[in-house]
Every structure is written in structure tokens, then in C-alpha cells.
């Protein structure tokens, strides 16, 4: 009698103990508590939590969050959807396979223990949840009885934990949340923050009005007398062409000369007896002074074939083996003699990061081999058209003027130049490529 006491005292504790774990248990916690801590007082091998009013399953015990589309969530929902339409679904009841039509009855074995309990939970609003409790020995009335009071302090926390919070005035909104307020006052202000545009490009080290040195007549390259970055002076050879043709010219002309001569000074012999060779040395004199220029022409086209620099200061072109052998036409650019104290910035620019720029606009150069020491400039140019680059990019060609004359980068040098365009906002700046995007897609 004493051991039957003591296991009833234990059973009331254990009771008194959930009830006061579901009513101190947050909403998102409580159907987890309802399903799984239960079994401290009651044995069961599995329980579930049923919303009625949105043939929804809450909690599953062992589980954290029942799969929405789950083959034995499907299965359940339907079978307590079924039986909730049951006159015996009001109160505290026993269900097994015989209460479900044949189709839901032929997996109750695959799913769930042979003996289930329906709890529908009271609320004072009305009773909308249900906890199901399955396992394989059959349920006491003693244990019905104790589950009669459990229900009812489940259905009491399930009503609170779901009940309309009171509405609150916009002061005490702006007082709770007034962390959140001032963030976003901070955000927006930020946003709203007109920054100085600027886009980074490649960018390299050219030659300010470097002289142009062309070729001066149609040939072939033969030889190169400098290489690339040499310092040369004026009346240095440069390059020279090939002149196998023109002294093959020369040589026909020289002998056409020759014989044009011959022929006059025989004709003026045979003149002072002969009235008619008086009358071809017209003629005859015509075309020896022809052949004449014609050997002079050739011969100034042979002085030609050597050009030598009419300007002092580096030379600037791409290695020399890449022109030996290449044919070239009169005009075109061979190399260019630059003045290694006056430079200026070239600037590639791809379309995608174009900014607002104008003349004047301030640019930092960042060498390769001095990133840590960048070299300011102002903007001189800017194409009016984009052209594609070496990398095959289109891209607009900016050119900016060096301000520290003192510290003037090396011929050559490439680097990183930042470009700094006008001030905007933060968020236009920030989502200029968004813009854009959406604008193409709109046509606008």
C-alpha cells in the first residue's frame, strides 16, 4: 500500500512539473516540450502534435522539424484529418487501424504501434490542437484520468503561447525598437552620403609629342643600328632599308646615261658636215640630261635607304628582330625619338566602369614597380569613341598630365591609374552596375 502511494506522489509530481514546464515554455519551445517530455510521465513509443483548424502537424517526438512532404507526415495528416471527422473526436479517446477506412488501415502497422490515444487539447477559445500518443501495450484508465488534467494545462499554455500580443502605440514602437531606428537612420544617412566617384584601369607611362620617325620610301627592312630605349642623338643612324634594287637601278641607269652621252657627242661630230644629225641633237640632248636625273634620283633614294635621327633623346619601339626582313611603305611609322623629361599617363578606361569624368579630374598613377608611392595627375584626354585594347576589351583612351615635375615616372612604367570622377550619392555610386543592367534590359 505504501509502494502504491509513493508511485501515485511521484506520478502527481511529475504531473505538476510538466504543467509548470509548458506554462514557462516559449511559443517556439512548447510543442517540443508537449511531444517529447510527456513520456517522463507516461510511457509511449511515439506522439504527435495536430493543429485541427490547419491539418497542420506541429511536432513529431524524436524529431526537431517533421518534413512538410514526407511520406509519413502525408500518411498521418491524412489519417487524422479522417478521424477528427469522427463523433468520438470531441474527447479523450482510443483509435487503431479499425477506426480508418482499408486505404489508411494498410499502412498502420508500417508506421505506428498498434494502440493510439487521441487528446484533443481544450482551449478557452475552443479546442484546435490534438496530441496523438502510440504504443505497442494497451492504454489504463488510470492513466486516461491523469492525461484528462495534463490536457487541460497543455490546452491552457497552447492559448497563451498562440494569443494576440496587446497593440501597442507608435511611442512605445519607436521605444522598443529604438536601436533598430537609429541603425537605420545611420544606414540611410550613409546612403544618402555624396562620395567622389572613381574607377581603377590599367594604365602606362608613354611619350609626351614624341618625334615620329617613318619610313621614307617603300621597302624592306635590313638593318637596325639601335635597340629600344637607347639614347641616341641627332645624325645617329637608325635603321637602314634593303638596297639590292636601287643599286640594281643605279646601275641600269648609269649605263643608260653613257650611252645617252655617246650618242649626243657622235651626233655633234657628224653635225658639222651632216645637216641632219644637226637637226637630232635636240633630241639627243633631251635625253642624256633625262638619264641624268634619273641617276641622281636613284642615287638620293639610296641616301634615303639610312635614316638617321633628326632629334635627340631615347628611342621607343618594340624589338628590333620583329622588323628585320618586314616589308614597310612609305610613311609608315618604324619608331619614335622621346624626351625622357617630358611624359605623360595613357589610360585605358573599359566601357563597363565608365564614369563621370571631365577635364581637369584628379589621377593617381600606381606604378608596378612602386605601388606604395602613387604619382599624381590631372586628366588632359578623353576619346570620344571606345577602341579595343591588346587584351581585346573595349575600352576609352584617357591620357593625363603628370603635376610633380620633379618625380617624373620612367618611360615605359605600367601600373594602375584611379580615376576620381564627380561626387554622388553612396547608393548610386554603389549600385551604378545594377542600374545600368536594368537599364539595358528595359531600353531605356
Not at 510538466?18 to 515554455?25: D, I
Not at 517530455?37 to 522539424?65: C, F, I, M, N
Amino acid at each position: 500500500m505504501s509502494e502504491q502511494r509513493n508511485q501515485q506522489l511521484l506520478r502527481l509530481t511529475l504531473l505538476l512539473q510538466l504543467e509548470y514546464r509548458a506554462r514557462q515554455a516559449s511559443a517556439e519551445e512548447l510543442p517540443y516540450v508537449i511531444v517529447n517530455e510527456t513520456a517522463d510521465l507516461l510511457p509511449y513509443r511515439q506522439a504527435l502534435l495536430w493543429q485541427r483548424d490547419s491539418s497542420h502537424t506541429t511536432a513529431v517526438s524524436g524529431v526537431s522539424h517533421p518534413e512538410k512532404n514526407a511520406p509519413y507526415t502525408l500518411w498521418i495528416t491524412a489519417v487524422f484529418k479522417h478521424f477528427s471527422q469522427n463523433e468520438r473526436a470531441t474527447a479523450t479517446t482510443l483509435i487503431d487501424a479499425v477506426d480508418l477506412p482499408a486505404e489508411l488501415a494498410a499502412d498502420w502497422e508500417e508506421w505506428l504501434p498498434a494502440h493510439g490515444l487521441w487528446i484533443p487539447l481544450p482551449t478557452p477559445t475552443g479546442s484546435t490542437y490534438v496530441l496523438a500518443l502510440f504504443r505497442e501495450t494497451p492504454w489504463q484508465e488510470p492513466e486516461l484520468h491523469v492525461l484528462s488534467y495534463l490536457s487541460q494545462a497543455y490546452g491552457h499554455a497552447l492559448a497563451l503561447s498562440t494569443a494576440a500580443k496587446p497593440r501597442l502605440s507608435w511611442r512605445e514602437h519607436i521605444k522598443i525598437r529604438r536601436l533598430q531606428f537609429a541603425i537605420a537612420a545611420v544606414v540611410l544617412a550613409a546612403m544618402a552620403f555624396p562620395v567622389r566617384q572613381s574607377v581603377l584601369a590599367d594604365a602606362e607611362v608613354i611619350p609626351f609629342r614624341p618625334h615620329l620617325v617613318r619610313a621614307p620610301l617603300d621597302g624592306v627592312i635590313e638593318t637596325f643600328y639601335v635597340q629600344p630605349n637607347e639614347i641616341i642623338k641627332v645624325g645617329q643612324k637608325l635603321f637602314a632599308l634593303d638596297m639590292t634594287q636601287l643599286r640594281s637601278r643605279l646601275s641600269v641607269a648609269e649605263e643608260a646615261r653613257d650611252i645617252a652621252k655617246t650618242e649626243y657627242l657622235q651626233t655633234t661630230q657628224q653635225a658639222m658636215l651632216d645637216q641632219a644629225a644637226k637637226a637630232k641633237l635636240a633630241v639627243l640632248k633631251s635625253k642624256w640630261d633625262q638619264e641624268l636625273a634619273e641617276v641622281d634620283y636613284v642615287r638620293s633614294l639610296l641616301e634615303r635607304c639610312e635614316v638617321t635621327a633628326s632629334k635627340s633623346g631615347v628611342a621607343v619601339f618594340d624589338d628590333p628582330n620583329d622588323w628585320l626582313g618586314h616589308p614597310v611603305t612609305q610613311g609608315e611609322k618604324i619608331l619614335a625619338v622621346a624626351d625622357p623629361q617630358t611624359v605623360e599617363l595613357e589610360v585605358r578606361l573599359p566601357m563597363d566602369d565608365l564614369v563621370n569624368l571631365q577635364a581637369g579630374s584628379e589621377v593617381l598613377f600606381f606604378p608596378n614597380v612602386e605601388p606604395h608611392r602613387p604619382m599624381p595627375a590631372v586628366l588632359t584626354y578623353f576619346s570620344y569613341r571606345a577602341s579595343p585594347t591588346p587584351a581585346d576589351v573595349m575600352a576609352y583612351r584617357l591620357k593625363a598630365k603628370f603635376t610633380d615635375a620633379a618625380h617624373l615616372p620612367r618611360l615605359g612604367y605600367q601600373g594602375v591609374a584611379k580615376v576620381y570622377g564627380m561626387r554622388r550619392p553612396f547608393i548610386l555610386w554603389l549600385l551604378r552596375k545594377p542600374i545600368r543592367t536594368v537599364r539595358l534590359w528595359l531600353a531605356w
